[in-house]
């Protein structure tokens, strides 16, 4: 082979490794970052996936927020209307957070189908909701508010 080919090849392979080990870095490393958007009645189903982090969005059920006395515990549900997911979350909540208000946390389902959260964002005004909470509430036939359509 001459010589100016071998180099050219090698030069090539060089590339291509090096690219290959990029994508497969690059992929690796977003690989922990993807929070996928479950509705609670999917998570009610089994379709969410337990050890993995998530995010569960819905309308907070009223009557179900408990804090503890001793530390920043709280414990919530959220709700699509068709279903709730118990939410466990330690930490200080967003100021507009509260019963009959939507909500999204991100955390990990655990084997009892209990969200360990670790981040809640609640909505910032009465009109907006995030498109995934919006769209799970219309397809229960409910809107933001939590009145039958």
Known sequence: MHPVRKQRLYL???????SSAAVGL???ALRGNINLFF???????????????????GMVVEGSVQRSDSSLDVHFELTDYEASVPVVYS??????????QGAVASGVLDASGVLQATEVLAKHDENYMPPEVADALE???YDHKGNAK
């Open 91 to 100: 930490g200080i909540l967003p100021d507009l957070f509260g019963e009959g």
């Open 139 to 141: 397809n229960s036939g």
């Open 12 to 18: 090539v392979l060089f590339v291509v490794l090096f």
């Open 39 to 57: 509705p609670p009645v999917d998570v009610a189903a089994g379709k969410a996936p337990s050890g993995q982090s998530i995010r569960v969005g």
């Open 26 to 28: 690059v992929t690796y």
